[in-house]
Nanobody
Framework: QVQLVESGGGLVQAGGSLRLSCAAS????????MGWYRQPPGKQRELIAG???????NYADSVKGRFTISRDNANNTVYLQMNSLKPEDTAVYYC???????????WGQGTQVTVSS
């Protein structure tokens, strides 16, 4: 069974840091792009960081300079290091994985990040 398992969310004070992880398992296909999305309360889900199979990264302006996405290809895992967290970063964070040669993408179960002021 193909699945993504996220971990690392929680409650942190403004200015603090958290590291999210997302491990993909169960597929015989290679992973293409990996990304992190978030959905604040009452708002749409948005892409905040992505990383290609070659390691190229892109970030939403709202997190640029504070968040870093990385991946471990040997373990099919993507990370999101979040520093200088702000209350407006409070959201459910989802990882997303696209496999080479397969349509669509796979979503993680979501992990709550809450930043208190």
């Amino acid at each position: 069974q193909v699945q993504l398992v996220e971990s690392g969310g929680g409650l942190v004070q403004a200015g603090g840091s958290l590291r999210l992880s997302c491990a993909a398992s169960g597929s015989i296909f290679s992973i293409n792009t990996m990304g992190w999305y978030r959905q604040p309360p009452g708002k749409q889900r948005e892409l905040i960081a992505g990383i290609s199979s070659g390691g190229s990264t892109n970030y939403a302006d709202s997190v640029k300079g504070r968040f870093t996405i990385s991946r471990d290809n040997a373990n099919n895992t993507v990370y999101l290091q979040m520093n200088s967290l702000k209350p407006e970063d409070t959201a459910v964070y989802y990882c997303n994985v696209r496999y080479t040669g397969l349509p669509g993408s796979l979503w993680g179960q979501g992990t709550q990040v809450t930043v208190s002021s």
